[in-house]
T-cell receptor, first 113, second 111 residues
Framework: NAGVTQTPKFRILKIGQSMTLQCAQD?????MYWYRQDPGMGLKLIYY???????DKGEVPNGYNVSRSTTEDFPLRLELAAPSQTSVYFC????????????FGSGTRLTVV | DAKTTQPPSMDCAEGRAANLPCNHS???????VYWYRQIHSQGPQYIIH???NNETNEMASLIITEDRKSSTLILPHATLRDTAVYYC????????????FGTGTRLQVFP
């Protein structure tokens, strides 16, 4: 049982480049989330999804896009990468029955130079 | 969602109980108190949650005051592996299931 899988684990981007962070879960969870965590700070919610075809903005959505075409996958797209997007990105999923069911991925460490 | 206040850091000797406080004076009647922790740079891990009664599981105990304006997470016998950032979060159980994180308490367990 893999849980939540994020790829890649590390990535260095140049300013202005684009990339997609992949997230997949195998627990049949309806709810999925993307968070970012800057050094020494707590996690900030970027986008979330309550089911396939449904997405909504979180606290810090600017500079990012998401899609949810299947229950399993929730990719995060960065367009025109900026140094301010240097962060660790966590994907999570939950069953939708309260905080008990949250499962986090191991994170993607992104550096924009 | 109600806001929480936690001390930025705490120390605890290995083998002793670690008591992590959290203030949530504006908590609403249907909001639960959740605790998560983040070890080093891993993804956060669920610890425990409660509404008004004290709760205990294999990881920790959660003590919620009678007025529900504060709570304490207790790790009964802290080990070095419990060194982590601990997040206290209050939220309704079905608010589209979002978790909004604060800055947490950095617990350092020393030998």
């Amino acid at each position: 049982n893999a849980g939540v899988t994020q790829t890649p684990k590390f990535r260095i981007l140049k300013i202005g480049q684009s990339m997609t962070l992949q997230c997949a879960q195998d627990m049949n969870h309806n709810y999925m989330y993307w968070y970012r965590q800057d050094p020494g700070m707590g996690l900030k919610l970027i986008y979330y999804s309550v089911g396939a075809g449904i997405t909504d903005k979180g606290e810090v959505p600017n500079g990012y896009n998401v899609s949810r075409s299947t229950t399993e996958d929730f990719p995060l797209r960065l367009e025109l990468a900026a140094p301010s997007q240097t962060s660790v990105y966590f994907c999570a999923s939950s069953s939708g029955t309260g905080g008990l069911g949250y499962t986090f991925g191991s994170g993607t460490r992104l550096t924009v130079v | 969602d109600a806001k929480t206040t936690q001390p930025p850091s705490m120390d605890c000797a290995e083998g002793r109980a670690a008591n992590l406080p959290c203030n949530h004076s504006t908590i609403s009647g249907n909001e639960y108190v959740y605790w998560y922790r983040q070890i080093h740079s891993q993804g956060p891990q669920y610890i425990i949650h409660g509404l008004k009664n004290n709760e205990t599981n294999e990881m920790a105990s959660l003590i919620i005051t009678e007025d529900r304006k504060s709570s304490t997470l207790i790790l009964p016998h802290a080990t070095l592996r419990d060194t982590a950032v601990y997040y206290c979060i209050v939220r309704p159980p079905y608010n589209t299931d979002k978790l909004i994180f604060g800055t947490g308490t950095r617990l350092q367990v020393f030998p």
